[in-house]
């Protein structure tokens, strides 16, 4: 018994036909011409009506229509839950447990800032009643209080944690902030930069402790330099860029500081300290985290020794560069105002060797206008008798390196040194 090849392809392809011939059939009948066929919604349409056959009323009423919309074929778009068309959060959403754990959250701070008003008030009065001051111990201590208890209202606040975590308008004077900020630096970075004091001996070389309470950062040509990185000798011929980020929100002056440990002194064959840089009264704050910087306004900066380029001869080994920020208790001048600007270049600096090499020391660094005159001896600066004189107190470090390379003799010849073709070497006794 024959088949029709379109009853094979309605029936499927039976035992008899193999499938190259079911799908050859296939084929064939996808190439033949069908008449269109009205869609199974639609009737077919009527003949027009013969001339003058029709009224003028029927031909002035449309006939009702009476097929059907055709359906979209398009994916229908969902409707939106909330009608208002606001954003919805978690603290809206009607999760009773959810919601009473934040009724008690809001509880506790309320208690909490009723606390804080009455710890406020009773300063005023302690102050206006016996003229304490912000120094004075018992009010050192009852805003330590008050501190603990703005850090503890928004502690367990689910919505400014997931502000913090995903950097979302975050408010730098909010202690919870800083208080997870100051957490996560200790967590990391401190650990890097006391491990990087420790291996390179800079406690107790040059201060014999150190307690940071600050985040430092140095950047050379607007590179970041990792604590103890090395930095080669042509990135360094301009100061670096100081930037520090406090956790807390107290404005404070401060000096920086760059102290060389390894300036060889031939006569007794060692080393003695070096100040490469001092900067005094420089103000900071969580608004203003640039210290020193291409951005960064003088705001009655005083440049007591200015920058000067690092060098190394060759057989030396590397010399560590370490900065500190040192704190102030106010404005300070040191070896009186400064002088007008110097024009010469021939002059030597006050506290230096009056060698001719020494006298062009460290003039590609300087800015033109400023004066090339340090104030305060360098050669044997002593960092720890200079803290306890000015009563200051360290609350930042950070330290670089710099090493012979390939592009020291340049630099050397660059600052016009005669001794850039010198050579350290060892002892025959050390060899």
């Avoid at 379109?6 to 039976?14: D, E, K, N, W, Y």
């Avoid at 950097?167 to 990391?188: A, C, G, N, T, V």
């Avoid at 970075?189 to 491990?195: D, G, P, S, V």
Wanted: with cysteine; net charge positive; aromatic share 6%.
């Amino acid at each position: 018994m024959s088949l029709c090849p379109r009853a094979v392809l309605q029936a499927g392809r039976p035992r008899a036909v193999s499938k190259p011939a079911f799908l050859c059939l296939r084929r064939q009948l996808s190439t033949e011409v069908q008449p269109p066929t009205p869609p199974s919604h639609e009737s077919p349409s009527s003949p027009p009506p013969p001339v003058g056959t029709a009224s003028s009323s029927a031909q002035d009423v449309p006939a009702p229509s009476t097929t059907a919309p055709a359906p979209s074929t398009g994916r229908k778009k969902p409707k939106s839950k909330h009608e208002d068309g606001l954003l919805h959060t978690i603290e809206t959403m009607p999760f009773k447990c959810y919601q009473e754990a934040l009724k008690v959250l809001r509880e506790d701070r309320e208690e909490k800032l009723v606390k804080i008003a009455e710890q406020q008030k009773a300063i005023a009065g302690l102050k206006k009643l016996y003229g304490l001051t912000d120094s004075s111990p018992r009010i050192v201590r009852m805003q330590g209080y008050i501190d603990e208890l703005k850090l503890n209202m928004d502690k367990n606040n689910p919505r400014i944690k997931y502000s913090y975590d995903n950097k979302l308008k975050i408010d730098p004077y909010r202690k919870i902030y800083q208080h997870w900020d100051e957490q996560k630096w200790r967590e990391l970075k401190r650990m890097i930069l006391m491990q990087r004091i420790e291996q390179m001996n800079v406690v107790p070389d040059i201060i014999p402790s150190i307690d940071p309470i600050i985040d430092v950062s140095l950047r050379f040509r607007r590179k970041n330099v990792p604590h103890g990185a090395k930095v080669l000798a042509k990135n360094a011929t301009r100061y670096p860029s100081v930037q520090v980020k406090q956790f807390d929100s107290k404005k404070r002056l401060v000096t920086v500081l760059v102290v060389d440990p390894d300036k060889p002194n031939l006569e007794k064959n060692g080393f003695d300290y070096y100040l490469q840089w001092m900067v005094t009264n420089c103000e900071i704050s969580i608004e203003n985290p640039m210290v020193i910087g291409v951005s960064t306004t003088h705001n009655g900066r005083d440049e007591v020794a200015p920058y000067e380029v690092p060098y190394v001869h060759k057989g030396e080994d590397y010399h560590r560069y370490c900065l500190f920020i040192l704190e102030q208790n106010g404005r300070m001048e040191i070896g009186g105002k400064p002088d007008k600007p110097i024009k010469s270049k021939s002059e030597a600096k006050g506290g230096e060797t009056p060698a001719p090499a020494e006298a062009k020391e460290g003039e590609a660094a300087v800015p033109a206008g400023k004066s090339k005159e340090s104030r305060i001896q360098r050669l044997g600066f002593n960092l720890r008798s200079f803290i306890a004189k000015n009563d200051l107190k360290v609350i930042g470090a950070d330290l670089w390196r710099v090493e012979f390379d390939n592009t020291m003799i340049d630099v050397m010849k660059q600052l016009g040194r005669t001794d850039w073709d010198m050579k350290y070497l060892k002892h025959p006794e050390h060899i």
